[in-house]
């Protein structure tokens, strides 16, 4: 299968939560010219006829906000985290919502959504159950790795087919200053290494997007502060698998749970 026929699946299970996530992802679909597939996966055989009809209902309302998409639908058998990363293997994106609470609410809780972000091998993207804005930048957390040369080219990617800025932020690498009366002795030298070493991702990666106009943001707060607050009316965030540089740890341990436990807007975590 070409990359240009691989499905957006999209984890369902009838809260609120992954209705909003089944659109964003109908949506998403339609900016890469991708089929979407809709799956329920259904840990509870008595109720197979049940997700039969909530999987056919939420197909149904992204048939009629996206028309003229190609859109299938289907309920496994399984646990949910584990299909939904194996389906990863063949997809062009996984989308889930950041919270279950509907008919199979223990679908799609946090735990399951941070699961899959972690262990899937094609981009995730977690959707929050609040409205999401269709405005405003893609914003991406970059430091020394190359799984954040990865996310750098994606969000590259989304801000070009959104017609957006791309905001790029990256922490000062080896320390979070304590507000004081004193400076850090090494504070200027920190600021310059990290500026020059955002400037050259961000050229490297802006040559096949000369249209998406680019702001760095250098700080020096700790990294899940700074990516939420950067991406607190953003369309899309966008982070790395792993992070080796001056996100340490990302999207691993408390990173991980910090980015996606109250997603700012859709965070798509992209793998190296």
Not at 91 to 103: E, F, I, K, T
Not at 252 to 259: A, D, F, I
């Amino acid at each position: 299968m070409t990359r240009a026929k691989q499905s957006v699946v999209v984890g369902v299970d009838g809260s609120e939560s992954s209705s909003q996530a089944a659109l964003w992802a109908a949506a998403e679909a339609e900016r890469l010219s991708a089929p979407l597939h809709v799956l329920l996966v259904n840990n509870d055989p008595t109720r197979d006829q049940f997700a039969e009809e909530v999987v056919r209902d939420i197909a149904n309302s992204c048939r009629r906000a996206v028309g003229e998409l190609e859109i299938t639908e289907e309920v496994s058998a399984g646990h949910p985290a584990e299909e939904l990363v194996h389906r990863s293997a063949s997809a062009r994106l996984v989308v889930v919502g950041s919270r279950g609470q509907g008919a199979f609410r223990e679908t799609l809780l946090g735990s399951i959504s941070a699961a899959v972000a972690t262990h899937a091998s094609s981009p995730v993207v977690v959707v929050p159950g609040h409205g999401t804005a269709t405005s405003g930048p893609v914003v991406v957390g970059i430091d020394d790795s190359t799984g954040s040369r990865k996310a750098l080219h994606y969000a590259f990617d989304a801000a070009d087919r959104r017609r957006s800025e791309l905001v790029a932020v990256q922490a000062l690498p080896n320390a979070y200053f304590i507000p004081g009366p004193y400076d850090h002795p090494d504070r200027d030298e920190l600021l310059a290494g990290a500026e020059k070493r955002l400037a050259e991702q961000v050229s490297a990666g802006a040559v096949p997007y000369p249209e998406v106009v680019v702001r760095q943001a250098v700080s020096n707060i700790p990294p899940v502060q700074a990516l939420r607050e950067a991406a607190q009316h953003a369309q899309l965030l966008v982070v790395g698998h792993r992070g080796l540089g001056g996100f340490p740890g990302l999207l691993v341990g408390s990173v991980t749970r910090g980015v996606l436990h109250h997603p700012p807007c859709p965070v798509a975590v992209v793998p190296g």
